[in-house]
């Protein structure tokens, strides 16, 4: 049940109908907390499994109502005002673990798209400062939760790291925290140069991911030069 209640919100969030999502993640949550007491254990190749699942049926979405079509909901990346891109694709969990105990994975893909939703919600909320730093904090601390959920994770997954530090980057931009989106971005340069050099059973996993990280490195390093 939790499953299905993650992807629907997934859905949800892909509408733009974000506080519909919220709520649904919520319940989803509250859900999953009897899936994590009856297994603690999380299987990064179920992760990796989400992940794909997620990334090949935004791209399998993006082919069918045309590729580069900035104005769809299903484009996995958003391009803010400041220009940072924000990696949007919401997380879903593939049809083979519908009944699938999944321990520490569910409410770590829970807390991504509950962040996710609140942080492109606030891209809405263009009229009323203090909502858009409440929904901008509200999704910095749940990303920053899901980040410190899988650094305690013996296997950990660099694809996730990735998007997470990468989103955590764009908001300490949006409320003018320059010195922390530079740290994120350097950590992100570091992620795809250690990937790049001693990891590449990743590689062909952030491909597709790439272009967007370097663009947002460069921006990092133009920002830090002026």
């Known amino acids: ?84 891109v924000i990696y949007q694709q919401a997380l879903r969990v593939p049809s083979e673990y519908m009944s699938h105990p999944m321990g520490r994975i569910l409410p770590l893909l829970v807390m991504y798209n509950m962040a996710l939703a609140n942080q492109l919600k606030s891209l809405k909320e263009t009229n009323d400062d ?28 660099l694809r996730l790291n990735m998007i997470l530090v990468n989103n955590i980057g764009d908001i300490h931009r949006r409320v003018n925290n320059k010195t922390k989106f530079q740290r994120c971005m350097q950590q992100l340069m570091r992620t795809l140069l250690y990937v790049r050099v001693t990891d590449g059973e990743n590689i062909q996993q952030i491909q597709p991911m790439e272009t967007t990280f370097r663009r947002n490195i460069q921006m990092s390093s133009s920002a830090g030069a002026a």
């Open 130 to 157: 203090k909502q858009r730093r409440v929904l901008l904090n509200r999704a910095l601390k749940l990303y920053e939760l899901a980040y410190q959920w899988q650094s305690k994770e013996e296997h950990k997954s």
């Open 1 to 84: 049940m939790s499953q299905r209640l993650n992807n629907t919100a997934a859905h949800q969030i892909e509408s733009g109908d974000y506080d519909k999502a919220i709520k649904t993640l919520n319940n989803a949550l509250r859900l999953s907390r009897a899936d994590f007491r009856q297994s603690q254990t999380s299987h990064l190749f179920m992760l990796e499994a989400c992940l794909s699942y997620s990334q090949n049926l935004s791209t399998q979405q993006a082919a069918a109502v045309g590729e580069g079509d900035e104005n769809s909901s299903n484009n996995s990346n958003s391009s803010n005002k400041n220009g940072l």
